[in-house]
């Protein structure tokens, strides 16, 4: 599948709970996506030091945070490129289990161009028990399960953002815990024409449902509280935001990166004159009959 590795790094709540299971699936199911993957978890909180012991993933103690204890993205991302092992990275929330078709999404992107910014939407589902990954099905057994019982989530929800070093060399002081610094991060990137990729018909991201406790609002309260009014004014007040359907390209089925210019031209043949003619303007726009492959 490729020798190219990356570092993939997060943040975690408290490990206690249905936190404690739900974070141990998602970074154990990073481990298992490469035997030389990097993990990076940051932060000192309850339960890190023991589950970086146990899992063999790089613990970071510290984390810059805010008055109030929340955690600053810029201080993660800033960190993270400087130690990362790799040359590509990889930041998730804690909360999204990850699986083979994300690494073998990652080695494509590699392969097409050296810079880019790679995301896709989630899939939510209820998962409450811990993964038997000792199972060598167990990959096969949480898809099933995630088609059947859960859902892909909207364009606006951002969960992992696979990137080359460097393209982010400058974050504001976003907090984590709060909205709109995912839809900044896609902007940043295409405002200094880094090409953002749609994985999102290749990969399969799993996000563990479970409540935001830690917000007396709920999952509302994330979006429209003071702070996340302040994460909004960072993102020049909400200019610079863009969701995945901004992105400048796609994977058209696991293999193939198309510009969204090129999918949307051939939609529009598609429904104009039929599939056999659609494929053909397809097939003239990236290869022209002058090149010879005809």
Request: proline content about 3%; hydrophobic content about 40%.
């Amino acid at each position: 599948m490729g020798g190219v590795v990356l570092t993939l790094f997060t943040t975690a709540k408290p490990f206690r709970g249905q936190m404690d299971t739900t974070q141990r699936n998602a970074l154990k199911s990073w481990k298992l996506l490469h035997s030389d993957v990097e993990v990076i978890l940051f932060g000192d909180d309850e339960g890190a030091a023991e589950v970086c012991a146990e899992f063999g993933l790089r613990h970071e103690p510290r984390a810059e945070r805010h008055q109030n204890g929340m955690k600053y993205l810029s201080y993660l991302f800033e960190r993270a490129q400087a130690i990362a092992r790799y040359e590509y990275l990889c930041y998730a929330n804690c909360d999204i289990i990850l699986l083979e078709d994300f690494y073998r999404a990652f080695v494509k992107a590699v392969s097409w161009r050296k810079r880019f910014l790679m995301i896709g939407q989630r899939w939510d589902a209820d998962i409450t028990k811990p993964i038997d990954f000792a199972d060598p099905g167990w990959d096969v057994s949480l898809r099933l399960h995630t088609q059947k019982i859960g859902f892909r989530q909207a364009m606006h929800y951002i969960d992992y953002f696979a990137f080359c070093r460097g393209v982010y060399d400058q974050l504001p002081p976003f907090l984590l815990g709060r909205s709109w610094w995912d839809h900044w991060l896609i902007w940043k990137a295409l405002s200094r024409d880094v090409p953002v990729i749609d994985c999102s018909s290749a990969v399969m991201a799993v996000h563990q449902n479970h409540p935001h406790t830690y917000h007396p609002q709920g999952k509302q309260g994330t979006h429209e509280d003071v702070l996340a009014g302040r994460n909004k004014g960072l993102a020049g007040d909400g200019r610079h935001l863009r969701i995945i359907a901004d992105s400048t390209h796609i994977f058209a089925g696991k293999d193939v990166i198309l510009a969204q210019e090129t999918v949307r031209l051939a939609t529009r043949k598609f429904e104009q004159v039929g599939a056999e003619t659609a494929l053909q303007t397809v097939k003239d726009s990236l290869w022209p009959r002058s090149s010879g492959i005809w």
